[in-house]
C-alpha cells in the first residue's frame, strides 16, 4: 500500500510548527475546516443539511469585521478586534466568538422577512403591520415620517439603511442569546468572550454625550449604542448621568418592545419593534439623516465622490458591538426540539427595568393621549391601526364587561367562558436569590484545540515541502530514462499536486460511498482466504489420511480425514495503474468510469496492504516544444493521505503518447522488490500523437512489452473504446477486452485477485 512516511515527515513537523505565524493560522484553510466542522457537528440537531462554509482572512487595515450571506461566513481575523488581544489562545477564543455570533445569523435570522420588510417600504407600507401607538406624539412622528421618505429618494435610501441598522441590533441580541442557551461549549464561550469585549468598548452615556458636543457624535448614534448594549447585553453604561437623561429616558421607553422582540421566535414578528423604534425616535432619525446630507454635500463640494448612503454608513459603523448587517434570501432553520425561550441575560434585564420603572415617574412624555388625539392615529402608510377598540367594555383592572365574564365569538362555540374573580391562591413555598458566587462554565479545550490545529498545519505544510521535493524528484527520474529514438525531442514532464484543494477532497466525499461499497464488496471473499494462507488452518473432508476426523464419521462417502495446512505466505504483490488521458476519453463518459475504476482498484489494494501507484498520461505542447504530460495520482509512498483525492483530477486532456509514458512507469515498477509486479494499463484506442502513430507507434509498444516482462512485469491492457482490435493487436496475450464499462472496476480487481491467490 502507500505507506505514509511518518519519520520524514515528522522530521520536518517540528520545525515547520515553530514558523507558524498568528497571520498564518488564524487565515489558514486549516482553521477555517475547523469551525465548519464544529458548526456541523453542532447544528446536526437542527436537521439542517446545508454545509457553513467559513473565509478567513488577515486584513489589519480593514474596518470589516464579520458578516454571512446565510452561504459563507466571512471572518477578519486581522481586526484590531482580534489582534490587540494578547496571547493566541485568547485571539483564538474571540475568532471562535466572532463565528459563533455570524453561525447564529445563519441558523436563526429570517433573511427572507428582513427583505419583505424593505420591499414594503419601498412601498411605503409598514411591515409586518403598523406600529403601536402609545405616546400623543407617535401619530405626528408616523405622519411626518411617511412624508420625509416619500419627498427625496435620497430620504427613503436612508431611512433604508437606519431600519436595517435597527434590525440589525434586535437581531444581534436575539441571535446571542440563542446562542448561549444552545452551545454552551465551545461556541458559547467564545461568544462570552467576544461579548465581554465588546461591553468593555462600549462608551458610557457620558462618553457619548461628550462626543456629541465635540461634533463627532449625534444623540440618534447614542441612542441607537445604548439601545445595542440593552439588547445584547441587558445592562446600560450610565457612567456620571441621571437615569432621567433624555437619550436613557427613550430607550428606557423602548424596552417593552425590545424585550418582547428578543424574546419572539418569528423574525417577522421581530420587525415590529423596529417600526415602533423608528417613529419613536423619528425627530432624532430625521435631525440624523439631515446631518448626513449636509456631510455628503460638503464632500461633494471638496470634490469626493462619496454617496449619502455611505456617509450614513461609515457614521453608523462606528457603533462600539454591532456587527456587519447581514443578507441573505433564506429562512431560519427548524426550531430545536426541547430548546427553551429563558433569557441568557435575564438577570440584567431585570436590574434595568428595574432602573427604568424608578425613573417612569419623571416621565413627562409618557401622559396618555387625549380623545382628541386619539382621532389622528391612523396610519399614514393607509393600512389600519392595530389597537382595539374596547373603551365599551373596559373595567378597571382589565376584567371586561360588567357581566363578569369573557365575551365569546361565534368561532369560539363551546370554549368556557372565563370567569371574573377578585382573589387568586396563595402561593405554596418558593423564593428568589441571588447567587453572587456564580461564574459562566469555563471552555478549557482552546488550547488544546489550537496545539492539534497547529500539527495539522505544521504537518500539512511539512507534506507539501516534501511533496514539492518529490516533484523535483519524479522529473529527474523521467529525464534519466532512455526512451528509445522514436521519441527523440519529446519533453517528459511529470505532473502532481503538492497540496490537496479542499474541492477535490468535496468531489471525492460526493461519490465516493458507492464506489468504496463495491472495493468492500470485492474484497470479502479474498480477505478470508488471505487469513486462512497466512495462518495455516486445518483441511476436512480428505478421503485418506493418518488423521480422522471425529465430525465425520457418519459421511458415507468415505471423506473422514483431515490434515493440517501449513501458514502460506502470499507473494509479494505490486501494481502500477496507467490511464489514458487522450481527448477522446470525454467520449461516452470514458474517463469518468475510469476514474471511477481507479478509486475502487486504489482503495481495494489500499485495504488488502498492496502497493499500488495510479498514472494517467497525455500530451501537451509547450515553448513550441511537443511534451509528455505524466501525472501523478498515487505513488507508493507517501507524504499524506490524500492521493485518493488526487484521483479526482483524472481528466481527458490532449493526445496519446503510450510508449513514453508506459516506459517510464513500467521503469518505475521495476524497481521494485516484489514477486509479482502487475501493470494495468486502461486505454480507449491506439496511439495517436504528432510523429508517433500507426505501425512504428505499435511496434514501439511491443518492443517495450517485452523489454519489461523480461523484467518480471506483467501486463494487462483493457480496451474500453471502440479501437478493441488494435488494442488486442499490439498487446497480444494481455489483452482484456472490457466491452461494458460498468465491468471495468470489477475486471480490473479481478486481475489483481487472481495474481495474489495460491
Known amino acids: 500500500m502507500a505507506r505514509v512516511n511518518h519519520k520524514l515527515v515528522k522530521q520536518r513537523l517540528n520545525e515547520k510548527r515553530s514558523k507558524i505565524t498568528d497571520k498564518q493560522f488564524f487565515s489558514s484553510r486549516m482553521l477555517a475546516g475547523h469551525f465548519e466542522d464544529l458548526a456541523a457537528a453542532q447544528t446536526r440537531r437542527y436537521h439542517y443539511n446545508r454545509r457553513v462554509r467559513v473565509n478567513l482572512y488577515w486584513k489589519p487595515k480593514d474596518a470589516f469585521t464579520a458578516a454571512t450571506d446565510n452561504m459563507q461566513i466571512r471572518i477578519n481575523t486581522g481586526h484590531p478586534l482580534v489582534t490587540k488581544v494578547k496571547g493566541r489562545e485568547n485571539r483564538y477564543q474571540i475568532v471562535c466568538g466572532m463565528f459563533a455570533h455570524e453561525l447564529g445569523h445563519v441558523l436563526f435570522t429570517d433573511f427572507l422577512s428582513v427583505q419583505t420588510y424593505h420591499n414594503y417600504l419601498d412601498s411605503f407600507k409598514w411591515y409586518p403591520r403598523p406600529p403601536a401607538f402609545r405616546l400623543a406624539a407617535d401619530a405626528r412622528n408616523e405622519k411626518a415620517f411617511w412624508e420625509y421618505v416619500k419627498e427625496d429618494p435620497k430620504n427613503l435610501q436612508m431611512v433604508h439603511q437606519i431600519a436595517a441598522n435597527i434590525a440589525n441590533i434586535i437581531e444581534d441580541g436575539y441571535i446571542e442569546n440563542r446562542m448561549l442557551n444552545s452551545f454552551p461549549g465551545t461556541l458559547g464561550y467564545g461568544l462570552e468572550t467576544l461579548r465581554e469585549r465588546h461591553f468593555d468598548e462600549i462608551d458610557t452615556v457620558t462618553e457619548l454625550i461628550a462626543k456629541e458636543a465635540d461634533d463627532d457624535g449625534h444623540i440618534l448614534e447614542s441612542i441607537l449604542q445604548i439601545m445595542l448594549s440593552y439588547a445584547k447585553f441587558g445592562r446600560i453604561k450610565y457612567g456620571s448621568e441621571p437615569k432621567t437623561d433624555e437619550r436613557i429616558k427613550t430607550v428606557f421607553g423602548l424596552i417593552d418592545d425590545i424585550d418582547e422582540a428578543l424574546m419572539n421566535r418569528s423574525g417577522k414578528e421581530r420587525l415590529n419593534a423596529v417600526n415602533t423604534v423608528m417613529i419613536r425616535c423619528w425627530e432624532y432619525i430625521q435631525d440624523f439623516c439631515e446631518v448626513c446630507k449636509e456631510r455628503q454635500e460638503e464632500a461633494e463640494a471638496a470634490g469626493g465622490t462619496v454617496t449619502v448612503a455611505e456617509t450614513l454608513s461609515e457614521i453608523l459603523s462606528s457603533i462600539a458591538g454591532t456587527s456587519e448587517v447581514g443578507s441573505g434570501s433564506s429562512t431560519p432553520v427548524p426550531e430545536a426540539s426541547g430548546s427553551t425561550g429563558e433569557s441568557a441575560t435575564a438577570a440584567a434585564r431585570a436590574e434595568t427595568r428595574s432602573d427604568a420603572s424608578e425613573s417612569e415617574s419623571d416621565d413627562e412624555n409618557a401622559s396618555p393621549q387625549t380623545e382628541s388625539e386619539n382621532n389622528e392615529n391612523a396610519s399614514e402608510s393607509g393600512e389600519a391601526s392595530n389597537q382595539p377598540d374596547d373603551s365599551e367594555n373596559a373595567q378597571p383592572g382589565g376584567g371586561g364587561s360588567s357581566s363578569g365574564k369573557q365575551k365569546t365569538s361565534e368561532s369560539e362555540k363551546g370554549r368556557i367562558p372565563h370567569q371574573q374573580t377578585d382573589g387568586v391562591s396563595a402561593p405554596v413555598g418558593g423564593s428568589v436569590t441571588k447567587n453572587s458566587e456564580y461564574q459562566r462554565e469555563q471552555y478549557d479545550r482552546a488550547a488544546s484545540d489550537i496545539e492539534r490545529i497547529l500539527d495539522n498545519m505544521a504537518e500539512k505544510a511539512a507534506c507539501e515541502e516534501l511533496e514539492s521535493e518529490r516533484i523535483r524528484e519524479l522529473n529527474e527520474a523521467a529525464q534519466s530514462i532512455s526512451y528509445g529514438d522514436i521519441h527523440s525531442g519529446v519533453n517528459i514532464r511529470v505532473n502532481r499536486i503538492a497540496s490537496v484543494d479542499p474541492e477535490l477532497v468535496e468531489q471525492y466525499d460526493a461519490i465516493c460511498n458507492p464506489l468504496i461499497s ?203 473504446g471502440n479501437d478493441k482490435q488494435n488494442i488486442e493487436r499490439i498487446y497480444g496475450d494481455s489483452f482484456l477486452d472490457i466491452t461494458d464499462l460498468n465491468q471495468l472496476p470489477t475486471k480490473l480487481t479481478g486481475v489483481v485477485k487472481r495474481h495474489i491467490r495460491v
Open 518 to 720: 463495491i472495493s468492500r464488496q470485492l474484497q470479502k471473499s479474498l480477505l478470508r482466504q488471505l487469513k486462512e494462507n497466512r495462518r495455516g488452518g486445518k483441511q476436512t473432508g480428505l478421503i485418506m489420511g493418518r488423521r480422522l476426523d471425529a465430525h465425520a464419521l457418519c459421511r458415507n462417502d468415505g471423506k473422514v480425514f483431515y490434515k493440517n495446512n501449513l501458514p502460506n505466505e502470499i507473494p509479494e504483490l505490486a501494481v502500477g495503474l496507467l490511464l489514458d488521458e487522450s481527448g477522446s476519453m470525454c467520449s461516452c463518459d470514458r474517463c469518468t468510469y475510469a476514474r471511477a475504476a481507479a478509486i475502487i482498484l486504489y482503495d481495494f489494494c489500499e485495504s488488502l496492504e498492496i502497493p499500488v501507484m495510479v498514472y494517467g498520461h497525455s500530451t501537451d505542447c509547450y515553448d513550441g516544444k511537443n511534451s509528455v504530460e505524466l501525472y501523478s495520482y498515487a505513488e507508493f509512498n507517501g507524504f499524506d493521505n490524500d492521493d485518493k483525492y488526487r484521483l479526482m483530477d483524472i481528466s481527458a486532456r490532449g493526445s496519446n503518447r503510450d510508449g513514453a509514458a508506459l516506459r517510464y512507469v513500467a521503469e518505475a515498477l521495476s524497481k521494485r522488490s516484489e514477486a509479482v509486479k502487475l501493470l494495468i494499463l486502461v486505454s480507449d484506442g491506439q496511439p495517436a500523437d504528432t510523429g508517433y502513430c500507426g505501425t512504428a507507434a505499435e511496434e514501439d509498444l511491443r518492443g517495450i512489452k517485452q523489454e519489461y516482462q523480461r523484467k518480471g512485469i506483467l501486463f494487462v491492457a483493457a480496451a474500453i
